[in-house]
């Protein structure tokens, strides 16, 4: 694959060309002088591959990364002003504050914090969005010990660089506005394979790995894994990854279903220009459902339902190589031009391999999603807007919510809307992926390239129509003005609304409720059921109970979106008899969107669910990443009053 290294609009010639290799890090890999606030959950283990070389036999296995970044290229312009004019802190950054450790084991609660925070969104500070404080980023190369693998053998370690993270692990433009190509080389020990985000990997003697990527991407798609992993070819130009242990597991689960999502992409989009794509099963404390690194996505092991139900994650991931990799928000502020437009992206492919119906049910488990997220937080919060403007030092993590992915989609939804017709709108995304690949972009960029491409509907003055002005989209916060009719998916979601209603009424009408079979249902269609019967909790006393005992298909589910559903019913209705099943699933894994909502449902809930919390964070806490580790002691009231 020949490099390609395009200007940028403005001009800006690829200034690092033929910078010379950097060694990254000292040299053996010992990790940053600072005291990680969980100590063994981020401090490289002895025994860790990538641990600093010790005198003796062990001490020669040694890991040496040798780094190159070069033909960087700026986008047309930086974001308003954020992360890019933040210092980069290195390797030496001054420790992160005090964490006061939890004494462990201890299921004492302490007190709430004196002031409540927004449910949805992790901090409180800076103008735009006050509730943002501005505190050290947290180091993110994520080193595991053993126990916290799936395999429980061996060390793993893995690099997470989105949105602002991956200048803790070499020296960069650490901001989406800057692309430019990499090579690695890696050496770990033996017994250990390393993966990259790259276009081609080359394995030398000496357990060196060599990695090249030959497309320019922003600094936050270069990752790293480090493991016992294997792998297996699910696909002409894909293969799944995993710790030894899982990788049946894996490939049954995807063998021969990605070539097609690709295809479909390819013909909804145009070429893929990655080469392959694989996927990684990270270890259960890996935070996010999927991170779209280029040729590697990484994945939650969660994934692994047996039935292939959660594919829309994989779906998702593969969206982004044409929004987000190849078409690249300039600023963490415009993060909807990744995540909104990979939304319609996944769900166009969905609608080609699943149909119309299926996808709709999908979409409406999304827009309860924005809908729980928009009670949680009041609909003026300023972080939902489409546009946020994240002051310098903010870590645009803390501005994580909903509002980029569903209102976002709302708004795709919209523009195709305004064409009316799909294969318009379909040749437009395609022709717009063709105009800015490699480059990073503005939602101006985004609204006067879709205004260029229709002269008649910039004629007819589209982006200024009362209640519905581009503008409006982007800089007021609240519920999307224009919402897509989901009512194709009616035929799915109606069954599961009626029958939500009958467990919801104050005397059970047994005789109706055994009269809907559900075991033929989907999983998308029980997870809407589920959010249907938790926005009606709690329910009559004993009816929770009944619903337990009649469909342990959902009670009983190994299914991750499944369980965290039964998981917040079980705490709304204070059923204490299955909190077991919440300290269980919250042991299980660590992915963000999973833990924080029972958190706060526990923290919310009786004495019985905050002690709870305590006892199961207290517990998990070394197992769980960095991010959501602060952002569950913000929710226990953990974290001091310094921010
Ligand atoms: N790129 C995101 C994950 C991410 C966002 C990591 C912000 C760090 C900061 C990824 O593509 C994503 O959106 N994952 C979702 C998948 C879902 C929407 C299908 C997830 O993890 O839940
Ligand atoms: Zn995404």
Request: proline letters at 11%; one cysteine or more; charged letters at 20%.
């Amino acid at each position: 694959m020949s490099p390609h290294h395009p200007r940028s609009p403005t001009g800006c010639p690829p200034c690092l060309t033929g910078m010379s290799p950097a060694t990254l890090g000292p040299p053996g890999m010992s990790p940053p002088p600072r005291s990680p606030p969980w100590g063994r959950a981020r401090r490289p283990p002895p025994h860790s591959p990538l641990a600093a070389p010790r005198p003796g036999p062990a001490g020669s296995a040694r890991c040496r990364r040798r780094w190159r970044t070069d033909g960087a290229t700026e986008g047309p312009r930086a974001g308003p002003g954020e992360e890019s004019r933040r210092p980069v802190p290195g390797p030496a950054a001054p420790a992160a504050r005090g964490c006061p450790p939890l004494a462990s084991g201890s299921p004492v609660p302490r007190p709430p914090p004196p002031v409540p925070r927004s449910p949805s969104t992790h901090g409180q500070g800076a103008r735009d969005t006050p509730h943002l404080g501005v505190c050290p980023f947290p180091p993110q190369v994520c080193w595991l010990a053993p126990e916290q693998t799936a395999g429980k053998q061996k060390p793993y370690m893995y690099t997470q660089g989105q949105a602002v993270l991956n200048r803790s692990f070499f020296p960069c433009f650490d901001t989406p506005s800057v692309k430019c190509t990499y090579s690695a080389t890696v050496q770990v020990p033996e017994g250990f394979t390393a993966v990259m985000s790259a276009t081609s990997s080359e394995k030398q003697k000496d357990n060196t790995f060599v990695f090249k990527m030959s497309q320019p991407i922003p600094s936050y798609l270069i990752a790293l894994a480090v493991g016992d992993i294997v792998s297996a070819d699910v696909g002409p130009r894909s293969r799944v990854w995993a710790e030894p242990c899982l990788i049946e597991a894996a490939k049954k689960e995807y063998d021969g279903v990605i070539e097609e999502f690709l295809a479909v992409g390819e013909k909804l989009f145009g070429p893929y220009v990655w080469g392959r794509y694989d996927i990684l099963f990270m270890p259960p404390s890996f935070p996010f459902g999927g991170m779209e690194n280029p040729c590697l996505t990484f994945v939650t092991p969660c994934l692994l339902a047996g039935d292939r139900s959660l594919a829309d994650v994989i779906i998702h991931e593969i969206s982004h190589s044409w929004f987000g990799n190849l078409v690249t928000n300039a600023s963490w502020g415009e993060f909807w031009l990744n995540e909104g437009f990979t939304m319609y992206a996944q769900r166009r492919i969905s609608t080609e391999v699943y149909g119309l119906a299926y996808t709709c049910l999908e979409a409406a488990t999304g827009r309860a999603l924005l809908r729980q997220h928009m009670d949680n937080t009041g609909e003026d919060h300023p972080l939902n807007k489409l546009r946020v403007v994240i002051e310098p030092g903010v870590n645009p993590d803390d501005t994580y919510n909903e509002t980029p992915y569903e209102k976002g989609y709302c708004f795709v939804s919209y523009l195709a809307h305004l064409v009316g017709d799909q294969s318009k709108f379909d040749a437009f995304l395609q022709a717009y992926v063709n105009q800015f690949k490699f480059q990073s972009i503005t939602a101006d960029d985004t609204l006067g390239f879709f205004l260029e491409y229709f002269p008649e509907l910039k004629e007819k003055g589209v982006d200024s129509i009362p209640g519905f002005e581009f503008d409006r989209w982007l800089n007021t916060p609240g519920w999307p003005p224009y919402l897509p009719d989901l009512s194709p998916g009616e035929q799915l979601m109606k069954p599961a609304d009626e029958l939500a209603q009958l467990w919801a009424a104050d005397s059970l009408n047994v005789e109706a409720i055994e009269a809907v079979d559900i075991t033929a249902w989907r999983t998308y269609q029980l997870v809407y059921f589920l959010d249907k019967v938790l926005e009606k909790s709690p329910l009559p006393e004993g009816n929770v109970e009944r619903l337990s005992k009649m469909y342990p298909k959902i009670s009983k589910a190994q299914n991750a979106e499944l369980r965290l559903r039964w998981c917040q019913i079980v705490l709304k209705n204070n059923l204490e008899a299955e909190y077991s099943k919440v300290k269980d699933f919250l042991h299980s894994q660590g992915k963000q969107k999973y833990t924080l909502p029972l958190y706060r449902a526990m923290w919310g809930g009786s004495e019985v669910a905050r002690a709870l919390a305590m006892e199961t964070f207290s517990a998990t806490a070394p197992q769980l990443h960095v991010n959501v580790q602060n952002y569950v002691k913000k929710i226990l009231g953990l974290e001091g009053a310094e921010d």
